[in-house]
């Protein structure tokens, strides 16, 4: 079974930036699209952004323009690069493996720890 390991959050200032990983492990990393998620205690998980395995990305009108989300295949590696951070974008970011259809995004795994951010003065 595929595991992931999401890394790189932490306590940054309203404005500044942090770019997010997640490591996966297994060799349908390449064939699967990923999505990066982010939950906040009693609030419901929502979809940040999605990269397919040829490279179309997609994002949450939330984060549209200071978010970026790529992939690197080689090292089985997706990354969340955030900038402009705002204090709402506070809370434990997921990745996990997705399906993507028309009008929806499934997720397919399991979910990990998470890598919490914070953003805060």
């Known amino acids: 079974q595929v595991r992931l390991v999401e890394s790189g959050g932490g306590l940054v200032q309203p404005g500044g930036s942090l770019r997010l990983s997640c490591a996966a492990s297994g060799s349908i990393f390449s064939i699967n699209a990923m999505g990066w998620y982010r939950q906040v205690p009693g609030k419901q998980r929502e979809l940040v952004a999605t990269?397919?395995?040829?490279?179309?990305?997609n994002y949450a009108d939330a984060v549209k323009g200071r978010f970026a989300i790529s992939r690197d295949d080689a090292k089985s590696t997706v990354y969340l690069q955030m900038n402009s951070l705002k204090p709402e974008d506070t809370a434990s970011y997921y990745c996990?493996?997705?399906?993507?259809?028309?009008?929806?995004?499934?997720?397919?795994?399991?979910w990990g720890q998470g890598t919490q951010v914070t953003v805060s003065s």
């Open positions: 990269i397919t395995d040829g490279g179309s990305t």
């Open positions: 996990n493996l997705v399906l993507v259809y028309s009008i929806r995004v499934v997720p397919l795994g399991s």
